[in-house]
């Protein structure tokens, strides 16, 4: 009998050691099988998976429309091509939204669209409200003049006969030619455009006496209406304009980092390559290339 009770203690106390040793683990243990938190918006889009970028679609070749397409297709130029880099290499969606040049920078700041590309060159005063990208294309603009209505050269021989007191020069708003005519052409009227489509369609009908504009945009306008405009002597000094940079949001570093990196993983010379094909393109379509504001279809 004595050794059937040790017997039965003896599994009794196996029975309580196990259930010890099986207790359940402490609660500030991790479940081995939870899954890590991912932020699907790394880099703070206003959409995320999508690359929402402003544009000023009146500057060909860096930014214009092919009207024999539709949706984001119709959006063509240099600066789209490297739109289309940037977010392949990011991994997004591009959504092009055409504003006016002015409408643009304020898109970004106030959050609408997370970075507008559209020929900027730095100045001062972007740098102070946005975050400015690299430097995509060191060259630039091959410089700064001033187009007026073709027949109009032997009242306007050079930049100095412009810089006249009652001389109309156009500049786009928030562009570098208005800080340009600001400074170098102190005498004339400068008149501030939104578009710079509209400001050639009124310098032909004399509204204004000359636009300032990019060489390579006046080049491309004269090339395709040499019957409307030509370009006046001599270059304006833009030797403190350097290049061209997309403009971020100044609270969005994230995405600054990424386009940055993205920006420097372009071949070298492929920017000037999309800009010459743009250009041919832009010859090719004829009336069907339009610069200009025309909204996509909502």
Same mark, same amino acid.
């Given at each position: 009998?004595?050794?059937?009770?040790v017997?039965?203690l003896t599994? /009794?106390?196996?029975f309580a050691l196990a259930a010890?040793s099986?207790?359940p683990a402490s609660?500030d243990?991790?479940?081995a099988d939870?899954t890590?938190?991912v932020d699907?918006?790394?880099?703070?889009?206003?959409?995320p998976?999508k690359?929402t970028? @402003?544009?000023s $679609?009146?500057? %060909?070749? !860096?930014e214009?429309f092919d009207? $024999?397409?539709?949706g984001q297709?119709?959006?063509?130029?240099?600066d789209?091509e490297l739109?289309?880099?940037? #977010?392949?290499?990011l991994?997004?969606?591009l959504v *092009?939204k055409?504003?006016?040049?002015?409408t643009c920078?304020?898109?970004v #700041?106030?959050?609408i &669209?997370? !970075?507008?590309?559209s020929g900027?060159s730095?100045?001062? @005063?972007r740098?102070? &409200?946005?975050? /400015?990208?690299v430097?995509y294309?060191s060259?630039?603009?091959s410089g700064?003049?001033a *187009? *007026?209505k073709a027949?109009? @050269?032997?009242?306007f021989p050079?930049?100095?006969?412009?810089n006249?007191?009652?001389v109309?020069? +156009? &500049?786009?708003?928030g562009?570098?030619q208005q800080?340009?005519? $600001?400074?170098?052409l102190p005498?004339? $009227?400068?008149?501030?455009?939104d578009d710079?489509?509209?400001?050639?369609?009124?310098?032909y009908e004399g509204?204004y006496?000359?636009?300032a504009i990019?060489?390579?945009t #006046?080049? /491309?306008?004269?090339?395709s =209406?040499p019957?409307?405009f030509?370009?006046?002597n001599?270059?304006?000094?833009d @030797?403190k304009?350097?290049?061209? =940079? %997309?403009? *971020?949001?100044l609270e969005n570093?994230?995405?600054?980092?990424?386009v940055?990196?993205?920006?420097g993983?372009?071949?070298?010379?492929?920017?000037a390559?999309?800009q +010459?094909?743009s250009e041919?393109?832009f010859l090719?379509?004829?009336?069907?290339a339009?610069?200009?504001i025309? &909204?996509e279809?909502?």
């Open positions: 009998m004595k050794k059937l009770l017997l039965l599994v /009794l106390m196996c010890c099986s207790a609660s243990t991790a479940p939870e890590p938190v699907d918006n790394p880099y703070n889009l206003v959409e998976g690359l970028v @402003s544009m $679609t009146d500057y %060909a070749p !860096m214009f009207t $024999t397409k539709t297709d119709m959006y063509v130029g240099s789209v739109c289309k880099f940037i #977010a392949d290499y991994g997004l969606e *092009i055409a504003q006016d040049f002015d920078q304020v898109s #700041a106030q959050g &669209a997370d !970075m507008s590309v900027y730095y100045t001062t @005063s740098a102070a &409200a946005y975050l /400015l990208s430097d294309f060259d630039g603009d700064q003049v *187009i *007026i027949g109009n @050269s032997d009242k050079n930049l100095d006969a412009l006249v007191a009652g109309t020069v +156009a &500049a786009q708003n562009a570098l800080e340009i005519v $600001t400074e170098q005498n004339a $009227t400068m008149m501030q455009v710079l489509n509209n400001a050639c369609d009124q310098l509204t006496d000359a636009v990019a060489q390579t #006046a080049e /491309l306008l004269v090339q =209406h019957d409307k030509e370009i006046v001599g270059l304006f000094d @030797s304009y350097t290049g061209y =940079h %997309a403009l *971020i949001n570093t994230a995405l600054c980092d990424a940055n990196e993205a920006i993983a372009v071949p070298a010379g492929q920017y390559t999309w +010459a094909d041919a393109l090719s379509l004829g009336e069907a339009v610069e200009g025309v &909204a279809a909502e």
